[in-house]
């Protein structure tokens, strides 16, 4: 199997405070994880593609010094919200790749994150 | 860049009848094409892919989609919905250049008893 955990499974924080998600492979190991972020409704948007032991390429619009992403082992890897607002409540999606040339994404079962 | 289309917004069908959920692409070079399903307050689950071979690919829950370069479309069918096919489900491709996936934005699949 290819299973993706992610923890919390829902998460209320205060604004202006940090909270720390994080997403493991279960497994297997993955080289490379990716974060999104769903509104309700809506598609998944690609927030971060992150490779084990290097810095997280994000995507355009995204700000990394506000979406932290740490991806410091091949089964583990973490996002944080900085300073979070009202505006970034919503559900936080991880999925993972076994390897370079694996085609297929395993999808954590996400976070929601609401902020008050 | 790459995209992927879904028409419909949401797909009612009653249970029994067949069911298909469209997904149309632009990519350059070889498409490869995902199906995903999601369930309320959860992660997406892989259904089947197209990489090479094969028009017709068959997934889990009984479901296929075929694939069609010359409409470039990938339409998920399933030949006798369940009610439990209730779900949201987002097409997806991932051009050979890139590591990324990118999403439709989802058909919502009703089943009704």
């Known amino acids: 199997g290819a299973v993706v955990s992610q923890h919390p499974s829902w998460v209320i924080c205060k604004s202006g405070t940090s909270v720390k998600i994080e997403c493991r492979s279960l497994?297997?190991?993955?080289?490379?994880m990716f974060w999104y972020r769903q509104f309700p409704k809506q598609s998944l948007m690609l927030m971060a593609t992150?490779?084990?032991?290097?810095?997280?390429?994000?995507e355009q619009g995204v700000e990394k010094d506000k979406f932290l992403i740490n991806h410091a082992s091949l089964t583990l890897s973490t996002l944080t919200v900085t300073s979070a607002h009202p505006e970034d409540s919503s559900f936080y999606i991880c999925?993972?790749?076994?390897?370079?040339?694996?085609?297929?994404?395993?999808f954590g079962p996400g976070t929601r994150l609401t902020v008050t | 860049a790459q995209s992927v289309a879904q028409p419909e917004d949401q797909v009612n069908v009653a249970e029994g009848n067949p069911l298909t959920v469209k997904c149309t692409y632009s990519?350059?070079?070889?498409?490869?094409l995902f199906w995903y399903v999601q369930y309320p307050n959860r992660g997406l689950q892989f259904l089947l892919k197209?990489?090479?071979?094969?028009?017709l690919v068959k997934g889990s829950y009984g479901f296929e989609a075929e694939f069609n370069k010359s409409q470039t479309s990938f339409h998920l069918k399933k030949p006798s919905a369940l009610v439990s096919d209730s779900a949201l489900y987002f097409c997806?491709?991932?051009?050979?250049?890139?590591?990324?996936?990118?999403f439709g934005t989802g058909t919502r699949l009703l089943v009704s008893p």
């Open positions: 197209y990489i090479t071979g094969d028009n």
């Open positions: 497994d297997f190991q993955a080289t490379t």
């Open positions: 999925s993972a790749r076994k390897g370079q040339l694996s085609y297929e994404q395993y």
């Open positions: 990519v350059s070079g070889n498409p490869y």
């Open positions: 992150s490779n084990e032991g290097s810095k997280a390429t994000y």
């Open positions: 997806a491709v991932r051009d050979t250049g890139f590591q990324k996936l990118v």
